[in-house]
């Protein structure tokens, strides 16, 4: 350091600093990204929802209409709120299920038979087959909308129906039922949206000593105690990345009926206003779930090494 | 079990199972029965969710080669009897197939090259660097993974429809803002600077990866008298082949796929993901105004099946090649808080 510094006498500048300005310079796509292309439409966006916009070939002008937007969304229209709710209840259903189907199958997946990587090159087929346009191909047009119901109605369902009125009679939880019967309805759905999660979880599983296990066995452990006792604390970290996964994953889906509202307030209707204090809500919302999940989680989590 | 008989030590006598068995007061039968049943439910359990997985992508391969009398024959339910082509010529003529298909795998290698590239950049800076202000950094790129880009969509919009700088633009055209949308500069410069789709899932994986790489290597590099950018340039860049190859395999395959981003910026051009989505009411358009008859919804759906097999089989064919990258950058990357 010295020598080199002698050498250019000019240059002040200690080695923490031109780190530090290198370091900037590292990241500064991402700060001019950020801030063109992130914070400034965030705040927009923001401003949009507490206006009504008006657009005319000069631009577009906001004029503030305080809780209007967001007023209307809750009280006037009659859609948003039973979707809201209809959304969120589906976010947390699916995660879950997401979450203890993954896990299963990264558990066997971590076991040894023939095969393992075809099955594992297989689960990891959804991740390519239900991304972007490729979800609700079929039955995002107009034709196929318009007699889904009448498929439903005629596919064969009579034995599920069944099982599911024995079910029923036999004193289960009506409510309960009705989650675990549409979480089995919906396992297509589930499959293929657990590609990255299985991969994540089996890395995990991939990474505990299996001396942990050999160890836990010779003193007596049963399997099923050693899953809650090694294998469960040592995955927990793992947990609350898949969860916001999940979550943002399904938040992102364009076919959903929300999104799709939010999107025809915007090109249809052109209420701007309305469509961003939409979004806003539905926003603030998976934040806060993402936030309490992570709370919960994170108090188990053993060894956090950011 | 027999097979060990002749390995085994002087002095042992082997026995048979249900000696064995016998010995333990039918422990070892109840035993081995478990783990039999065991496998053949994993089995199962596996097969189920393969066939699940597989299924759709097989029944359309099977559906897009029949003839249209096969669709109404109940006796042919999988294996088509009259196969044809012509699905694939009609679905090709109908969505411009060939032209679609070329611009899409250039923006998408473009895309994946411009975001894989600035996405290496930050992440390097992030694992490598101290600098103040570095965690409020961190957590905006935290902040990119989980905004939606629905939140901000409309204002996108509204951003590129009259698009300025600083009232630059606007000065030298006569007052008017310059109308971007349509075009595609605006994704492209959103793809530079991180901004793209999940581009903050591949800053993070990338830091990750950078953060695993021991810092002797580019110690040695800078006692040899590199400096910050040759050392990331000849030392650490070939390091990081794998993950930014496979960063760069999803940036791809999601961008082939992706319809928000190329509804709201990439318009202008014939996209296959575009193309394909609007497939079922242009086909039936072209069979009642070009033809002069009626479709019916089995051979709509025939034709959706067709187009969406033809969407995604280049993508089944980089996934064949490349699967050990796919899996393989997130085992590797090690996706832990």
């Not at chain 1, 109605?153 to 549409?182: A, F, P």
Request: with cysteine.
């Amino acid at each position: 350091m010295t020598a080199r510094k002698s050498e250019m006498p000019k240059r002040r500048m200690d080695i923490k600093t031109r780190r530090a300005i290198s370091g900037y310079l590292f990241i500064l796509p991402f700060i001019l990204g950020f801030l063109l292309f992130m914070v400034s439409p965030l705040i927009h966006s923001l401003r949009m929802s507490f206006s009504s916009v008006e657009i005319s070939p000069q631009g577009f002008q906001l004029s503030w209409n305080s809780f209007q937007n967001y007023i209307k969304a809750f009280t006037i229209d009659p859609d948003f709120t039973r979707l809201l709710t209809e959304e969120f209840t589906k976010i947390v259903t699916h995660t879950a299920a997401i979450l203890v189907f993954s896990l299963v199958v990264a558990i066997i997946l971590n076991q040894d038979f023939k095969g393992r990587a075809f099955v594992r090159a297989v689960f990891f087929l959804p991740v390519i087959l239900s991304s972007g346009v490729l979800v609700g191909l079929e039955t995002n047009n107009s034709l196929m909308s318009s007699i889904s119901s009448l498929i439903k109605e005629n596919s064969n369902i009579q034995l599920s129906d069944t099982v599911i009125n024995i079910l029923r009679l036999s004193g289960l939880g009506r409510g309960i039922l009705d989650e675990v019967v549409n979480i089995i309805a919906q396992v297509q759905d589930i499959v293929m949206a657990s590609g990255i999660q299985i991969i994540v979880f089996l890395t995990g599983l991939q990474s505990i000593s299996g001396s942990l296990y050999e160890a836990a066995d010779i003193e007596g452990c049963t399997k099923w105690e050693s899953f809650w006792k090694i294998t469960f604390p040592l995955i927990s970290p793992l947990l609350i990345v898949n969860i916001i996964y999940s979550v943002i994953d399904f938040f992102m889906k364009t076919d959903s009926e929300i999104n799709n509202k939010i999107r025809d307030a915007m090109v249809i209707n052109m209420d701007y206003g309305f469509s961003s204090a939409m979004a806003w809500i539905y926003f603030v919302l998976v934040i806060a779930l993402i936030g309490i999940c992570s709370l919960i989680f994170s108090k188990r989590v053993v060894g956090n090494n950011a | 079990m027999r097979k060990q008989e002749t390995a085994l030590p002087n002095g042992y006598h082997p026995q048979s199972f249900w000696t064995r068995n016998k010995r333990s007061h039918g422990y070892l039968l109840k035993r081995e029965a478990r783990s039999k049943a065991y496998k053949f439910f994993r089995f199962l359990l596996l097969f189920a969710i393969c066939f699940l997985i597989l299924h759709p992508v097989l029944d359309k391969l099977s559906i897009s080669l029949m003839e249209e009398r096969d669709l109404y024959d109940s006796s042919i339910t999988t294996i088509p009897r009259h196969v044809t082509t012509e699905n694939y010529s009609i679905v090709a003529q109908q969505i411009y197939y060939w032209k679609a298909l070329f611009n899409t795998f250039w923006i998408s290698v473009l895309v994946a090259v411009l975001q894989v590239a600035a996405c290496t950049l930050v992440g390097y800076g992030f694992a490598r660097f101290e600098f103040p202000l570095k965690k409020l950094w961190f957590a905006a790129v935290v902040l990119v993974i989980i905004v939606p880009p629905q939140t901000i969509s409309t204002s996108l919009f509204l951003r590129f429809r009259y698009f300025d700088i600083f009232g630059l633009i606007r000065l030298f055209n006569n007052g008017e803002a310059l109308n971007l949308r349509g075009s595609s500069i605006p994704y492209y410069l959103m793809s530079i600077t991180c901004m793209g789709l999940k581009n903050g899932l591949y800053i993070y994986m990338l830091r990750q990866f950078f953060s695993g790489v021991p810092i002797s290597l580019e110690e040695a590099a800078y006692v040899d008298g590199c400096n910050t950018f040759h050392t990331f340039w000849k030392v650490i860049l070939p390091e990081a082949v794998p993950i930014i190859v496979s960063c760069m395999l999803f940036a791809f395959v999601w961008q082939w796929t992706d319809s928000f981003y190329s509804k709201l910026f990439l318009g202008g051009n014939t996209l296959l993901s575009m193309e394909v989505s609007g497939i079922s009411d242009r086909i039936a358009n072209y069979f009642s105004t070009q033809l002069g008859i009626g479709i019916s919804l089995g051979r709509r759906n025939q034709f959706v099946s067709t187009a969406t097999l033809m969407l995604v089989a280049p993508l089944l064919l980089v996934y064949l090649v490349a699967q050990r990258s796919f899996v393989e950058s997130i085992a590797t990357s090690g996706m832990k808080m």
